[in-house]
């Protein structure tokens, strides 16, 4: 009797360590408390729904994926990090809406030797002299966005323009790219305290008295909410136009309509991604968002499912050999897989080379509010970083 | 130098003193009266916002809302205090942290529990979204001055009730000798806590007239919490002349800081230098004049007389 129950533990345990060996292990660090946590959560369901369309599994593995909640700060996000590296020992960690929680947590990924998928933040050192080989973006770097938005001010005729955005990683890129490709005089910049400061009547004031003919302004998240209702309060609509850039997006859309605060609706904004892009990817993906959710995907969603989808094109290359770090890499290099933008490549630091869209704010086909293409603004752009990066 | 521009900054750190002042007046009426360190005050502030968002979709408007929503924010200050805060009062200001840092989780995870963790967008009436102007060029948003009235007739109703009404009488008695006021036949149970709940219905009160500008969002308590307690370090714990002078000081410091830091220091660097340090220095410097008041006259500017 004895025997056979050393016998079945040790059955159990060897069947437990095939097991094991038979999943790919995703860590997902992602913004679950505080305000913030409505943009993980929007993640969250996008990864969800990216498993449940591979029908659980990656190849022959099962996939078992960890969410870690970075709570807002770069210190918590470091931790989560650390615990999913170390104590979970993951094979790919994905994630990060934040560039200064990206910034603290990326080595902790990179010296460990394991595959870093930045879902969001793209914050320049790690596009240029802190590129690594097994760091991949299925975002964008922070300056590309902006300097789309740069471009569509030129073609407007916009002559100057007052900058407000946040004091921090992304908001010093969001600045230096509109700097970088907008023609016309930057009259004044204001750098706000992030991301405690919500209230802006003094930066509004300013940039109304500077005489600037548009406004160009950064606010991620729930900044973005407080800064549009500020920005019609104070009634500048008419004299001074609002531009931004991640500011409005399908996570405010939903409590603006509630609000009915119709001012949204025409505002426009430059993305790498739209709803309305038309591939089957992104067809599937929206369709099946709002079946499950009853919203629209935001663009946060939309790059947490193709970076899902970019770690599964890696597993199956090497048909599940999780060891085979070269094999994985290569295949990610190459982009081959289906990205609901459409069709991407990869620059030599592992930033997207891509297209930019300007997205104008509409009320949709069933009345609820959504966005459209209104051109594309830049085909194929990749960040100004690249050449700082010593990747050939 | 721009008149008009410095005009509009001062009424737009007066209205944000104000509504500091709000937050700041129920925290030190709570840790001047009833020795209390209520870490949690800033949660109330949020718990009043969300109850005034979702009352104003129900009742269509944001006003009427408001007035249900600040006796119901009342009863969630006197639920706390009869169920949290007043068996804490016995033990030292360590443990009033810790209980109120935990009630800070308890009620942040219930919010996103009830409301969902996106947050409510406000809508206001129409004849208080738009602008007035002052005179030429000086333009302000309509609810903004509503803030400033709001705040202005909360300070005149404080100082009426605390130096004219024997409610205020008994409070001032309680503050300085609580054996005593006992001891005499007052119920000083019931007197604590009906301070706790009118200091809880004036950080909701602050909370719901925030929510219009902002949102009501899960941890806008704590984003308010820590300068509400620079506000009542500044003008002496426990004094409600003290914290109304502080909030407009710090108001006042914070908007103008934000808005002239940065030209100032143009004069001294390069245009480059002084955009990246200005926002910089200006988050600092109501912080500065906290250790310059602790430094110099640890009390605070105004501290209470009794005591």
Redo the contacts between chains.
């Keep these: 009797m004895k025997k056979l129950i050393t016998a079945t533990i040790a059955a159990t345990l060897l069947a437990s360590t095939a097991l094991q060996a038979a999943e790919v292990k995703i860590g997902f660090v992602t913004t679950l408390?505080?305000?913030a946590?409505?943009i993980?959560?929007d993640q969250q369901n996008a990864v969800n729904l990216a498993i449940k369309h591979m029908g659980g599994k990656m190849g022959a593995l099962d996939i078992n994926l960890i969410f870690a909640d970075d709570g807002f700060k770069p210190e918590t996000g470091k931790q989560a990090t650390d615990k999913l590296v170390k104590q979970d020992d993951v094979n790919f960690v994905a994630g990060y809406i934040w560039s200064h929680v990206l910034l603290a947590s990326r080595k902790s990924v990179l010296d460990a030797g394991k595959f870093l998928i930045s879902a969001n933040a793209g914050p320049s050192p790690v596009a240029g002299k802190l590129c690594h080989e097994n760091f991949f973006s299925s975002s964008w770097q922070n300056d590309q966005t902006p300097m789309a938005m740069g471009e569509v001010l030129n073609q407007k005729g916009v002559k100057s323009i007052y900058v407000i955005a946040p004091?921090y990683a992304a908001g010093k890129n969001m600045v230096a790219g509109v700097k970088r490709t907008f023609k016309g005089k930057i009259i004044g910049?204001?750098?706000?305290?992030w991301p405690?400061q919500?209230?802006f009547?003094?930066?509004l004031?300013?940039a109304?008295?500077s005489g600037a003919e548009g406004l160009f302004v950064f606010y991620p998240g729930?900044a973005g909410?407080?800064f549009m209702?500020?920005y019609?309060?104070?009634?500048l609509k008419a004299t001074l136009p609002l531009y931004t850039t991640f500011t409005v997006d399908a996570?405010?859309l939903?409590?603006?309509q509630?609000?009915?605060?119709n001012d949204v609706l025409g505002s426009q904004f430059t993305q790498q991604w739209d709803p309305t892009l038309d591939n089957e990817q992104n067809k599937r993906f929206v369709a099946d968002f709002r079946k499950e959710y009853g919203t629209y995907p935001s663009f946060y969603a939309a790059q947490a499912y193709d970076a899902i989808f970019l770690i599964k094109s890696a597993v199956e290359a090497v048909k599940g050999d999780l060891k085979n770090m070269d094999g994985m890499r290569a295949a990610m290099k190459s982009a081959n897989y289906p990205s609901v933008r459409g069709k991407y490549t990869y620059g030599n630091n592992h930033m997207p080379i891509q297209n930019f869209y300007l997205r104008e704010v509409i009320a949709g086909a069933d009345g609820a509010w959504t966005t459209k293409v209104v051109k594309t603004v830049y085909e194929g752009h990749q960040d100004p970083y690249a050449k700082d990066c010593a990747m050939k | 130098m721009d008149y008009t521009l410095l005009f509009v900054q001062v009424i737009n750190g007066v209205q944000l003193g104000l509504l500091l002042f709000l937050v700041a007046s129920g925290l030190t009426l709570v840790f001047g009266i009833l020795d209390f360190v209520n870490l949690a005050h800033g949660s109330i502030y949020m718990i009043g916002a969300f109850i005034c968002a979702s009352l104003t979709f129900y009742l269509g408007n944001f006003l009427l809302a408001l007035l249900v929503a600040l006796p119901l924010t009342g009863l969630v200050g006197y639920a706390i205090e009869r169920f949290v805060a007043r068996k804490l009062y016995e033990k030292d200001h360590l443990d009033h942290v810790l209980g109120t840092f935990g009630l800070i989780l308890v009620l942040d995870t219930s919010a996103h529990l009830i409301w969902g963790p996106e947050g409510i967008s406000v809508p206001l009436p129409l004849w208080l979204d738009g602008q007035v102007e002052i005179f030429e060029g000086a333009v302000i948003p309509t609810f903004r001055l509503l803030i400033i009235a709001t705040g202005l007739g909360v300070a005149a109703g404080l100082v009426w009730l605390v130096n004219y009404t024997r409610l205020g009488m008994l409070i001032r008695a309680g503050a300085s000798n609580r054996t005593m006021v006992s001891a005499l036949g007052i119920d000083i149970k019931t007197l604590f806590a009906l301070v706790f709940a009118l200091g809880s219905m004036m950080a909701g009160l602050a909370g719901m007239l925030i929510s219009p500008i902002t949102e009501a969002s899960i941890g806008m308590g704590g984003e308010i919490i820590i300068t509400a307690f620079v506000v009542i370090i500044v003008g002496g714990i426990g004094s409600m002349k003290g914290a109304f002078i502080a909030a407009i000081i710090i108001g006042l410091i914070d908007t103008l800081g934000r808005a002239f830091l940065d030209s100032l220091f143009e004069l001294v660097m390069s245009e480059n230098a002084a955009e990246t340090a200005a926002p910089a220095v200006s988050a600092m410097m109501i912080y500065i004049l906290m250790a310059i008041i602790l430094a110099l006259r640890p009390q605070g500017l105004f501290p209470p007389k009794v005591r």
Excluded: Y
Excluded at chain 1, 189 to 193: A, E, G, H, N, Q
Excluded at chain 1, 258 to 261: G, I, L, M, Y
């Design positions: 408390t505080t305000g946590a409505v993980g959560k004091n910049t204001d750098m706000t305290k405690s919500l209230d009547s003094a930066e004031a300013k109304k008295a729930k909410g407080a209702k500020q019609q309060q104070a009634g996570l405010s939903p409590k603006f509630a609000a009915k605060f």
